[in-house]
């Protein structure tokens, strides 16, 4: 089991930057965990952003933010941050950091591959 809470979330402007966190409490080495970013929009499916592995050394995401968000971890803080940058209007959305037990250098796409669900901040950029 583990728990997730996201904070970093709030309102800016289309160009801007916002960093969000999600700290973890497991009673697993949170190095166990792959990691992951979604997003949710009003009125649409919950959406992929990004995914790390264990180590953190290995990352992917969503063409839709390629180059502009940056996932990363720090195992030692139980922490995995999603920096946001070249912010726009489309990226409003609740954002949800997921975990799930993985082997290797694995990182995970789809939902369906998450066991544990954070509660979500919402980032609302501005035009």
């Known amino acids: 089991q583990v728990q997730l809470v996201e904070s970093g979330g709030g309102l800016v402007q289309a160009g801007g930057s916002l960093r969000l966190s999600c700290a973890a409490a497991?009673?697993?080495?949170?190095?166990?965990?792959?990691m992951g970013w979604f997003r949710q929009a009003p009125g649409k499916e919950r959406e992929f952003v990004a995914a790390?592995?264990?180590?953190?050394?290995?990352?992917g995401y969503a063409d839709s933010v390629k180059g502009r968000f940056t996932i990363s971890r720090d195992n030692a803080k139980n922490t995995v941050y999603l920096q946001m940058n070249s912010l726009k209007p489309e990226d409003t959305a609740v954002y949800y950091c997921?975990?799930?037990?993985?082997?290797?250098?694995?990182?995970?796409?789809?939902?369906?591959?998450?066991?544990?669900w954070g509660q979500g901040t919402q980032v609302t950029v501005s035009s």
């Open positions: 997921a975990a799930t037990p993985a082997l290797g250098s694995t990182w995970y796409v789809g939902r369906e591959r998450y066991d544990y």
């Open positions: 497991s009673g697993r080495t949170f190095s166990s965990y792959a």
């Open positions: 790390i592995t264990r180590s953190g050394a290995t990352t």
